[in-house]
């Protein structure tokens, strides 16, 4: 089981939530956001808008970028300024939509 944070300046306390690794991470926040528990904004769910721009804490970084062609396209045409480097660390913009889970995770949002 993982234990997904989310911290925002729009949430009064942290969203505490748990998944199963192998979900993506769209799919735990569009069942909180529907609900009015999670104020992150998303819209297509298929990874081709951009709404879903989260960051990313974990464990494991500082650590090798997995990120695909499509999510980094996709940064690219919304954020062209975001650190989409080769390293992940906790301010590399990411999209819920790509995001497998496979660790805890803290998420920022704004
Ligand atoms: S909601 Fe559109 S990319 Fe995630």
């Known amino acids: 089981m993982i234990t997904l944070t989310f911290v925002s300046d729009r949430l009064d306390a942290p969203v505490v ?3 199963s ?3 993506r991470l769209i799919d735990v926040v569009r069942p909180l ?3 009015g528990r999670l104020p992150l904004a998303w819209r297509c769910g298929q990874g081709t808008c951009g709404a879903c721009r989260v960051r990313i804490a974990h464990a494991a970084q500082p650590a090798p970028l997995a990120m695909g062609k499509m999510e980094h396209n ?3 045409r919304i954020v ?4 989409t480097g080769e390293i992940d ?5 990411r999209l819920a939509c790509h995001l497998t889970l496979a660790h805890d995770l803290t998420v920022y949002f704004s």
């Open 80 to 83: 062209p300024d975001a650190a």
């Open 74 to 76: 996709v940064l690219a």
């Open 89 to 93: 660390t906790p301010d590399t913009v």
């Open 17 to 19: 939530a748990t998944a």
């Open 21 to 23: 690794a192998g979900m």
């Open 33 to 35: 956001a529907l609900s």
